[in-house]
Nanobody
Framework: QVQLVESGGGLVQAGGSTRLSCAAS????????MGWFRQAPGKEREFVAA?????????AYTDSLKGRFTISRDNAKNTVYLQMNTLKPEDTAVYYC????????????????????WGQGTQVAVSS
């Protein structure tokens, strides 16, 4: 089992920044990738970013967010971060972190069904 606890988020003004954290515990040695997803009201959960657990130089982003959002990992703390800059009202959503056990780095890392463990989610609300 892998446990994930998110923190951060809250209410942010448009144009501002915030950082989300996801602390992983348990059988983290089995994790191959970590991802961030988000879900806005009435919309499907969508991929935001992912990072290889043992190769933090390997990352992926949804194209529309590249350049504004940055995923990173603190190895010592087993924590993954999502730095979000120049926030827009359309970034308002519940943000989830997720852990993927199977190896491989392909299109599947962008699919929420391919992740095995999920955090509880943290709300980010961007005011205009």
């Amino acid at each position: 089992q892998v446990q994930l606890v998110e923190s951060g988020g809250g209410l942010v003004q448009a144009g501002g920044s915030t950082r989300l954290s996801c602390a992983a515990s348990g059988r983290t040695f089995s994790v191959n990738a970590m991802g961030w997803f988000r879900q806005a009201p009435g919309k499907e959960r969508e991929f935001v970013a992912a990072i290889k657990w043992n190769d933090i130089s390997t990352t992926a982003y949804t194209d529309s967010l590249k350049g504004r959002f940055t995923i990173s990992r603190d190895n010592a703390k087993n924590t993954v971060y999502l730095q979000m800059n120049t926030l827009k009202p359309e970034d308002t959503a519940v943000y989830y972190c997720a852990a993927r056990i199977p190896a491989g780095w392909g299109p599947s890392i962008r699919q929420h069904s391919q992740y095995d463990y999920w955090g509880q989610g943290t709300q980010v609300a961007v005011s205009s």
